[in-house]
């Protein structure tokens, strides 16, 4: 069985896509993984037995240049330009997708392929038509309720809720992370409770040196801890403003690197919590993290 992924991760490959697809792969399929579309380069490598594909969107819309071109009349300047965001609106509220989305339902079509496996909101419309154009199932992998990030104006959660709310119904299956997010996904959309799917690593001996053999911390302190990503929107700002308030033998650990970065450590800079109270670690490879987590006193996914 093939099988098509697709992620809008442009950076890194979320550790839980390369789990599922080795899983997949373990028990007799290929997977084929469609990541990013807005890459700073095309280019196609494996990662393991999963081949990767990354590709760069410019914007480009072959649907409204194949217009443009059957214009009797060459445009050019500001007049083209008009006349090209005239056509890209009127072919979005037609088709359905926008440039991107058309983009992205080009690259998969270019695959081989049985089951599309769509992870996250941002893929689901483009996922949902390629499976229905090649006549097969779509499983869609919620990572998150995509909608109800902080970082989205209100405008633009209420859009992605409704078309998440119709377009879930399409799909042959639906994973998510958490019996919570299955559970407010099934009440909210109507539709049966998603299959849950734990992030979880594969079970690992803990041993080794600890935060505070690692950092010297004195045997008495407590460590909250975040890992992974650090990005605007996973609200790692409130965590670190809250260190402020934390009892003297309470620190917070930050193990990992991101975007958000440069913005944290401010933060703590501004608020003096530079001091010891607030630490930054680092990246860490997945494989060296779990004496790391282990050490931790309390570990905090805000």
Known sequence: MRILMLTSDHLMIDRRILQSAQTLIDAGASVRLLAGFECPKTESYDVGEIHVERSVFDWHDTRVQRVLDGLPIKLKGRART??????????????????????????????????????????????????????????????????????????????YRAAERRLIKKVNAAITVNPFIAAEMAKDYGVPLPHVLLNAMPLKDAQGAGLR?????????????YQGWMSAERGIDRLVRAAAKFPDNVCLVLVGYGAAEDDLKRISREQGTDDGRVIFYGRVEPEDLAPLTASADLGVIP
């Open 82 to 159: 008009a006349v090209w965001m005239g056509i890209r609106r009127i072919l979005t509220t037609v088709t359905g997708l926008n440039s991107f989305e058309h983009f992205v339902l080009r690259k998969a079509l270019e695959q081989p392929f049985d089951v599309v496996h769509v992870h996250d909101f941002p893929m689901l419309k483009s996922g949902l038509q390629a499976a229905q154009r090649a006549g097969v199932p779509v499983v869609y992998d919620a990572h998150e309720l995509y909608h109800a990030q902080a970082v989205l104006p209100e405008k633009t959660q209420r859009a």
């Open 213 to 225: 053999e690692k950092l010297g911390l004195d045997a008495s302190k407590r460590i909250v801890m």
